[in-house]
């Protein structure tokens, strides 16, 4: 194994595979380099005299500026770099050729390939055969938690994936896009496909009281998602158990079939990012992602805030001029929230990232719009819609883990793909995958992570791993296998909150 990997020719630094100790000399093509200090692994060394104030290239874009002169040799990180972003700024749409597009008749162009899903009775697919049980405040946590677990007793030997309840903090003293946003997420699960049957259990008293959610929720079958209020009945618990009862008994009618891949919606994410996230699974991904597309099917990206400083490269993608206005105001809307509320634009990478190697936000960003692959962005969704389009859709939200998986599952993900080059316990409410970056991490975290992305820095090829890794998330779309959150229980919801709480 190599010590030190340059990304692009571009480039004038490059990152060590390992630790490397001042005064070791490593050599990148026909020349010799002496390190001027202790580099720890996964950083960058300067290849070439940066002057102060000159750009530092990595992936072949600028990922900040000198702040003092750096010479080859040099460990660069936060002493000696900082960002170049600041606030909004305005965008010239030059759009380019991409050979990469959502086809909905895939067979007409490439073999067609199917996995076993759930074909529910109004024509979506889904992958999982769960019931689900809602809550439409925080305040029933504890009793939708005890419901849940009693019902996994009871229903353990029947024909459904398990019983779940996913917690969460509001929907009761919430007021204006706040409430609005916890009843569209909350809405969008109770529409997901990998519930064949949903429990919406409402407390009385809250803002978003059953018949206020029933609004948002719209048009919904009755044999499927069933509702309770607690404060009405005199056993809540007992109530549930009878409506559950007769949800599972729907859901069992259910057996999964040969759907198309054009079917599939999947989430992209990244968290406990560190530098080989730019060269190992975030590429993994943007590779599946355009092999998903090219079937037909649906990818998903967001984290708006790690895309400041690699914007235009999603820009230059946008199918038309429409989207690229949307990414436009994706991207200057999200900036005007943090100086709205008196923050730097840039205030990332998080302290983790850095510890890993990542510097600078633009550095941050150009490794995670990789997980977008080539393809054209098709279209933007705000924080809270579900995906419409076949091909790459981007999802406002923030970069938090547990926020933006939950927004990618109630956008219609079925699959969430998590790279990571710490490691991370959290699973949302569908599988989430996680790939580590790194062999180490694999090797450490058996319960968190599920494939390791490393592998492509010891010799296998990125098109071997890629159909592998392919391969691998058609066979957990119809259920030969399972996640780790899956496996050990890891799923949650957490939704995003700006304004007041009374």
């Keep these: 194994m190599e010590t030190t990997h340059v990304i692009t020719e571009k480039d004038n630094v490059l ?31 300067a290849l070439q005299t940066i002057p102060d104030n000159g750009d530092i290239i990595k992936y072949g874009y600028p990922i900040g500026k000198a702040t003092k002169e750096i010479i080859p040799g040099d ?10 972003l600041s606030g909004t700024q305005e965008y010239e749409y030059k759009p380019t050729q991409t050979q990469i597009r959502g086809n909905a008749n895939a067979s007409t162009s490439i073999e067609e390939r199917t996995f076993q899903g759930y074909v529910r009775k109004n024509g979506e697919v889904g992958i999982r055969n769960e019931i689900w049980i809602i809550n439409t405040v925080g305040c029933i946590n504890k009793a939708c938690e005890m419901i849940a677990k009693r019902a996994n007793e009871q229903y353990k030997s029947e024909n459904i994936d398990g019983v779940f309840h996913y917690p969460h903090l509001f929907g009761c003293s919430q007021l204006g896009d706040d409430l609005h946003n916890t009843q569209k997420i909350l809405s969008n699960l109770v529409h997901h496909p990998n519930a064949a049957g949903i429990l919406v259990m409402g407390l009385g008293c809250e803002n978003n009281y059953i018949e206020e959610f029933k609004k948002v929720i719209g048009e919904y079958d009755g044999e499927r998602v069933r509702f309770i209020e607690a404060q009405r009945v005199d056993d809540e618990f007992e109530v549930a158990m009878e409506l559950l009862d007769d949800l599972v008994n729907y859901a069992k009618t259910f057996e999964r079939q040969p759907v198309p891949i054009s079917k599939l919606k999947v989430g992209l994410k990244c968290g406990g990012s560190d530098s080989f996230s730019g060269i190992t699974g975030n590429p993994l991904l943007g590779a599946f992602s355009d092999r998903l597309i090219s079937y037909g099917g649906s990818t998903v ?26 990414i436009v105001d994706l991207v200057n809307d999200f900036k005007e929230y943090f100086l709205r509320h008196d923050q730097p634009v840039y205030e990332n990478p998080s302290p983790g990232n850095k510890k890993g190697g990542i510097t600078t936000l ?14 054209e962005v098709v279209d933007v ?11 790459l859709t981007l999802l406002q939200g923030p970069g938090n883990d547990l926020v933006s998986v939950t927004a990618l599952a109630a956008s219609g993900a079925h699959i969430v793909l998590f790279t990571t080059g710490r490691g991370t316990p959290f699973g949302g409410p ?10 180490a991490l694999y090797k450490k975290k058996q319960n968190w992570i599920d494939y390791n992305a490393g592998i492509l820095l010891e010799g296998k090829s990125k098109d071997e791993v890629s159909k592998e890794f392919f391969d691998s998330i058609i066979q957990l779309a119809s ?9 050990f229980g890891f799923k949650e919801i957490s939704i995003f909150k700006d304004g007041v709480i009374l």
């Design 15 to 45: 990152v060590t595979l390992q630790a490397l100790r001042e005064g070791e000399q490593i050599t990148v093509g026909s020349r010799k380099l002496t390190l001027n200090g202790d580099v720890p692994v996964g950083h960058k060394i």
């Design 75 to 84: 460990w660069v990180h936060t002493h000696n770099m900082k960002t170049k």
């Design 301 to 326: 990206l967001t984290e708006t805030p790690e895309l400041f400083g690699a914007e235009q490269i999603l820009m230059a993608r946008a199918k038309n001029e429409v989207v690229f206005t949307k």
């Design 362 to 375: 633009e550095e941050k960003s150009l490794g995670n719009v990789q997980k977008g692959g080539f393809a």
């Design 381 to 391: 969704i705000p924080y809270g819609d579900r995906v419409s389009e076949n091909g």
């Design 430 to 439: 569908v599988p989430t995958v996680k790939i580590s970056t790194n062999t």
């Design 479 to 487: 259920g030969e296998t399972q996640a780790k959150n899956e496996k």
